[in-house]
Structures are given as structure tokens and as C-alpha cells.
């Protein structure tokens, strides 16, 4: 699979969370979530959709959105492992690629969304958000309103992944059981006793260990997305598992990665239209991913106030939508331009 494939693939899954988070207010506490469990999910979900109402489109959104970050976390472990399959991982460089790639985009959203539009300014806030430290601190962790639970995640995955690679090029197959194995007993047995404390292990690597398995060994196995997509009955098969591990906390831990895999499949799908992957708009899109992921998170608190009322139409819905997306592409720019502009200076300076 190209670099153009997987940024198309990149595309499509953060136009569903743009639409999830955008969609996430209108049919008030959804239960389906990547952060926590609840039993009463198959039951709304059942409710909602036999009222054949036009809201069944953002139940459907919701529903995809929740599962997307365990497509990109497939996506990276099929990325980084195809990236050093035959060459050694040098920390370093590895690492301070992606600090460019993605440190100085969050950086200047940070600066922009935390002074201007929140005003946390204490120095105390912002030496836990940048280290990353939130995530561990019971009653500190970041707000699941905006990227910065994800942020420092991916962060602190990159800084872990060059010990997973190397380990599963020595272990192989037994490496990725213990990771599996390791990531459920944490979720299942130690997780409800450090979240009754403050503590949802659920927001840090530990739950991006299943799906970075997978994608390690989807890659090792040579599987080629480009020419082996998923057949509709496989996306079906997967799609009824991930409803079945949603009706018990055992089987939970695995609905995630088993809809992300759905979502890769049906952006595959995409792959075939080559008049989409090869347009130029797409290519642009492509460069804004990580923009596009940073801004949005708190653009959609704007348009909250008409999700959540109870004489929101269909057409308004779509209105919200159409208006949501501009104004994520349009902050994207910008950050974009500024993030380019601050990077060519780094490297004029040599550092």
C-alpha cells in the first residue's frame, strides 16, 4: 500500500470523526464509547433505530466514529513496521520526525484554543499537557472534548514502538499475545480499580496495544490492502462480532479494534475510485490530516446549542454539518500555513 493510500485512508477516517464529534450531541449520552463500558448500548441502539426517523444517519455516524481511532492505530503499526521492516529504527531521527510532524501543529492550536478561547494560562496546566504527564495523573487527565487525550497517547506510543518492533522481530507471534493478553487483563481487571480513583487507563497506550498488533501483524504477513480488500461478508462478519462483544465487559476490549477493522474495510472500498484517490483535492486534504484532527475537537462546542435541541430538523442537521466541515477546513489552513512557515524557519536555522 502507497503513502498516497493510507493518507486517502487517513482522509476518510477523520471525515468520520469530524462528523461523529460534530453528531455526538444530538441524540444526548450515547453509551458507545472507546473509554469506558456500558451494557445498555445494543438496547438505545435497538430503540433508536426501529424509530425510522432521519436521526438513524447520525446514530450510524456516531456508531462509525467511535471505532476510528483503532483504524488509525491499525493503520500505524501496518505503517511503521512496513517503514523499518529492512532498515534498523534509529530513536533519534525516528522520533524527531514525528515530534516535527506532529508537535508544532499542536503547538500552535494549543497556543490558539487554550490562551485565546479558553484562557488556561497557568504554567502548571501547560507543563502536563506538552510532557504528556496527564495522562497519568487520577482527576488531571485531558478532556475527551478536543485531540489532547490523543495527542499524548500517540505520543507516548511513539516513544514505546521502537521497543514493541524490535521485541516482535525477535519473539514474533508471542510478542503480539503478550500484547493482547497484556492490554485485556489491564482493561478488564485493573482498569475498574484505577478509574474508581481518577485513573482510565482506557486514554493511554495501554488500549492502543490490540489494534498496533494488528496492524504489526497484518504487515508482517505481507498483506496487501491494495489488492486483498475486505469482501462485504467479511465486513458483515466483523460488524456482528463487534455488536456481540458489546453486550458483556469480557468481550468488550476487542469490539473497537474489530469495527476498526470495518472502517478500514469500507475505505478500501474508496480505493477502487481512482478518479478520488489520484484528484487534486484529495492530494491537498491529504497535508491537512493532522490540522484538521487538532482544530475541530472544540470548533463543534459552537454548533452545540442547536444539536441539542429537541426542534432540531433534518435540514438543520445538514446545515450544522455542511457548516462544521468549512470551518474545520478553513482553521486547518491556517494552522497548516503557520506550522509550514514556522518549520522552514527551524530548518533554515539547522535545528
Not at 506510543?157 to 507471534?173: A, D, E, H
Amino acid at each position: 500500500m502507497t503513502r498516497l493510500e493510507t493518507q486517502v485512508l487517513q482522509v476518510f477516517l477523520m471525515v468520520i470523526i469530524v462528523l461523529h464529534n460534530t453528531s455526538n450531541n444530538l441524540l444526548g449520552a450515547w453509551p458507545l464509547s472507546e473509554f469506558y463500558f456500558q451494557d445498555h448500548y445494543l438496547f438505545l441502539f435497538a430503540n433508536h433505530f426501529s424509530n425510522i426517523t432521519w436521526k438513524i444517519i447520525p446514530l450510524i455516524i456516531i456508531s462509525l466514529g467511535y471505532t476510528a481511532v483503532a483504524s488509525f492505530l491499525i493503520l500505524t503499526g501496518y505503517g511503521l513496521y512496513k517503514r523499518y521492516e529492512h532498515e534498523p529504527l534509529i530513536f533519534i531521527p525516528y522520533f524527531k520526525r514525528r515530534l516535527t510532524y506532529l508537535f508544532i501543529p499542536w503547538l500552535i492550536t494549543s497556543l490558539w484554543i487554550e490562551l485565546v478561547l479558553l484562557h488556561s494560562p497557568s504554567l502548571l496546566h501547560w507543563v502536563l499537557m506538552f510532557s504528556t504527564l496527564q495522562l497519568w495523573i487520577p482527576h488531571h487527565q485531558p478532556l475527551l472534548l478536543g485531540p489532547w487525550w490523543f495527542i499524548a497517547m500517540i505520543f507516548e506510543l511513539y516513544l514505546i514502538f521502537p521497543v514493541i518492533l524490535s521485541s516482535y522481530k525477535k519473539y514474533g507471534f508471542k510478542l503480539i499475545l503478550f500484547l493482547i493478553l497484556t492490554q485485556y487483563l489491564i482493561q478488564v481487571f485493573i482498569n475498574p480499580w484505577t478509574n474508581s480513583w481518577g485513573l482510565n487507563l482506557n486514554l493511554t497506550p495501554i488500549s492502543a496495544l490490540l489494534p498496533i498488533s494488528i496492524g504489526l501483524c497484518l504487515a508482517h504477513k505481507n498483506y496487501d490492502f491494495k489488492n486483498q480488500k475486505f469482501s462485504w461478508l467479511v465486513l458483515l462478519i466483523l460488524g456482528i462480532l463487534f455488536f456481540i462483544a458489546q453486550i458483556n465487559f469480557y468481550t468488550w476490549p476487542f469490539a473497537n479494534t474489530l469495527f476498526g477493522l470495518v472502517l478500514l474495510g469500507l475505505g478500501l472500498k474508496l480505493l477502487k475510485f481512482k478518479k478520488i484517490k489520484h484528484s487534486r483535492f484529495m492530494g491537498h486534504l491529504c497535508h491537512l490530516i493532522v490540522p484538521v484532527f487538532l482544530v475541530h475537537g472544540y470548533l463543534y462546542v459552537f454548533f452545540m446549542p442547536w444539536l441539542e435541541s429537541s426542534q432540531i430538523t433534518f435540514l438543520d442537521y445538514l446545515i450544522i454539518l455542511i457548516s462544521m466541515l468549512g470551518l474545520t477546513y478553513l482553521c486547518a489552513l491556517l494552522v497548516n500555513k503557520i506550522s509550514t512557515e514556522f518549520k522552514k524557519n527551524l530548518k533554515n536555522l539547522k535545528i
